[in-house]
Structures are given as C-alpha cells and as structure tokens.
C-alpha cells in the first residue's frame, strides 16, 4: 500500500519557466511534509518542508503548497534552472512510537535549456 | 564527519553469499535510519535506530536483514544469504534527534548487486 503517491515518473520543463512537480498521501495522520532533491550517484538532500498547520512555504525560487482536504502537495519551482534537473522525491511522517518518513516514488525532472 | 559516510559505495556478490555494509552518521547525530531503493521504486525504509537501540524495525523484509549500531555511532547493515532481490541502493540517513522537523542527511548509498 503506497501511503505517498508521485503519479508522474518524469517532467521536462523549459528552463525559466515553472516546474510543478506533485504529490499525493493517503494517511490523514500525516503532519510534516519535505521534498528532497537527487542527483546520480549521490544521496537525497533535503530541499523544503512544510507543517500541516500551514498551506503554503516558500524558500527563494521553491515553494510547497499543501491542501490537506485534498491530501495533496506540490513543489513549485520558478523560474527553473537546468541545474535543477534532478529526481525530486516527496516525503510524510506522523508520529507512531518514531518518526519516520514514508517516501513516494519520486519524479525526476529535467530542465531543458 | 561532515557528512554521513557509507561504505562501500558498490558491492556485486554471489547469491547466497553474506555482505555487511557500513554507515558512519555525522558526528553527535542520535537517529540513524536504514532505507533501500530498488529498481524504478521509492525510498523503502528499513530500520530505525535512536542511540543504539533500534524502536522501529519494521521494514526489515525478511529475517536475512539484521543490523546494529553501537557507541551511538557506527551501524551496520546485514544481509545473509543474499538473494537477487536484495538488488538495490542502501541509503542511511541520520538526524539531530528523532522528531518531525528534523529532516534526515543521507549519505551516497550502497549499490549492491546480487548476481
């Protein structure tokens, strides 16, 4: 059971242009959302993260949004920038007994320039 | 360290052989967490450790999996008898302290193939 959905395996977008990559959750329980990033050959590195008391976080040119009745979160990048072709990961945790992180599958995303 | 260290960074064995693989967190990091990506899948989580002991085991998939952690610090991950699905990236990730605003640094992974 995928409790955290990215329904698109891949984006190209054009480079200055925006990026809106998604994400789905099943768990209601859910309280913290991140993004991580991923280039070849290296660890996810954390990009963004927002609190479900809050709708919308922003971080220079990246921002999430989040609307809980929908269960559903996107990352916003503009404009993008080649170098932000990577494979974007989505990520949710509730508490029980630990915190742990459930990923999705991620999307990878490649800015053409 | 500056960062969380794993190693190897590739590893090919022989199914059925055992392999251990290495996880040195960032310094003072009291949460060390185990996750494996396979071919085209997500980041599946395997273990859980707070200290040296390990609360959440539950995404161990079979009893081939084992893994330790001792002096708060270095951990090792287990596989025996290894199979062809066993096949994957290891990821071992740290944090300050268990809690869900602490986001997790990941190290390079280990690729293992099991041929």
């Known amino acids: 059971d995928q409790q955290v959905k990215q329904n698109s395996p891949s984006l190209s977008v054009q480079e200055g242009r925006i990026s809106i990559l998604n994400c789905d959750y099943t768990n209601s329980m859910f309280d913290y959302f991140l993004w991580y990033k991923k280039y070849p050959a290296e660890g996810p590195t954390f990009l963004i993260s927002?609190?479900?008391?809050?709708d919308k976080n922003e971080d220079g040119r990246f921002t999430v949004f989040l609307n809980k009745s929908a269960k559903h979160l996107s990352l916003h990048i503009v404009p993008s920038q080649p170098g932000d072709s990577a494979v974007y990961f989505c990520?949710?945790?509730?508490?029980?007994?630990?915190?742990?992180?459930?990923f999705g599958t991620g999307t990878r995303l490649k800015v053409l320039a | 360290g500056a960062g969380v260290s794993q190693s190897p960074s590739n590893k090919v064995t022989e199914k059925g052989k055992d392999v251990e693989l290495r996880c040195d967190p960032i310094s003072g990091h009291t949460a060390l967490y185990w996750y494996r990506q396979r071919l085209g899948q997500g980041l599946e989580f395997l273990i859980y450790?707070?200290?040296?002991?390990?609360?959440?085991k539950s995404g161990l998939p079979s009893d081939r999996f084992s893994a330790e952690r001792t002096g708060e610090s270095v951990s090792t991950l287990t596989i025996q008898r290894t199979q062809q699905e066993d096949s994957a990236v290891y990821l071992c990730a740290s944090s300050p302290r268990t809690g869900a605003n602490y986001g997790y640094t990941f190290g390079s992974g280990t690729r293992l193939t099991v041929v």
């Open positions: 927002i609190s479900s008391i809050k």
């Open positions: 450790f707070q200290g040296n002991s390990a609360p959440d």
């Open positions: 990520a949710a945790s509730t508490y029980s007994g630990t915190y742990k992180y459930i």
